[in-house]
């Protein structure tokens, strides 16, 4: 069972554009969504996290939107640029968890 | 600062081999996850060691076992190799300070073929 869903599984935008990612969750036991960025061959690298007292968390151009009554949350990312071509993970775990549940990646290629 | 380090880069194994991975965690963290990611895939959580015992165990078979060191490095084997057992085996570290939260950091990763 998929604890955290992730959509969509690709995407493709131009540049200076707003590229868009939604993952939703079913445990409300689930208290911090960090958001992972991979690029190919390497290792996911923390982006950017949220704890869900907060509605919205943004990062020069990276912004995490959270719904908690509707138990999901979304990354937006400003201006898109070449260099955020990647795979990007949201994810959920508990805050005093020993285990984070990934979603199952979104591509993100973006155009010159 | 050096941030958490895993070897081998790549490595290929036979079908019923054994292997290893290693990893160091990142500087003050004392806390090691390990995860397995499939082509295409996310990563899914196969245990956590913290103060050399294993605290916390994810839906994967015996044939995967783990160690951590005095110094908090960690050991990930695997036994009896199977084609399916092919991934990126990601070690990821953090602190159990609750201060600074739960975050993990990963590391670059070992890249597993089993043929």
């Known amino acids: 069972q998929q604890q955290v869903k992730q959509s969509p599984q690709s995407l493709i935008v131009q540049k200076g554009g707003i590229s868009i990612i939604n993952c939703a969750y079913e445990?409300?036991?689930?208290?911090?969504f960090p958001w992972y960025q991979q690029f190919p061959g390497k290792g996911p690298a923390l982006l950017i996290a949220?704890?869900?007292?907060?509605s919205e968390k943004k990062e020069g151009r990276f912004t995490i939107s959270f719904n908690k009554s509707a138990k999901q949350f979304s990354l937006h990312i400003m201006e898109s640029q070449p260099g955020d071509s990647a795979t990007y993970f949201c994810?959920?775990?508990?805050?005093?968890?020993?285990?984070?549940?990934f979603g199952t990646g979104t591509s993100l290629t973006v155009i010159p | 600062d050096a941030g958490v380090t895993q070897s081998p880069t790549h490595l290929i194994k036979t079908r019923g081999q054994q292997v290893t991975l290693r990893c160091s965690p990142k500087?003050?963290?004392?806390?090691v996850s390990w995860y397995q990611q499939a082509l295409g895939q996310g990563p899914q959580f196969i245990f956590q060691?913290?103060?050399?015992?294993?605290?916390q165990r994810g839906n994967f078979p015996d044939r995967f076992s783990g160690h951590q060191f005095p110094n908090y490095s960690s050991e990930l084997n695997v036994n009896a190799l199977l084609l399916g057992d092919s991934a990126l085996y990601l070690c990821?570290?953090?602190?159990?300070?609750?201060?600074?939260?739960?975050?993990?950091?990963f590391g670059e990763g070992s890249w597993l073929t089993v043929v």
């Open positions: 060691y913290y103060e050399e015992e294993e605290r």
């Open positions: 994810a959920a775990s508990t805050l005093a968890g020993n285990q984070f549940y």
């Open positions: 949220i704890r869900p007292d907060v």
């Open positions: 500087s003050g963290h004392d806390t």
């Open positions: 990821a570290s953090s602190p159990t300070s609750r201060v600074s939260g739960n975050t993990i950091y």
């Open positions: 445990n409300t036991a689930f208290d911090y």
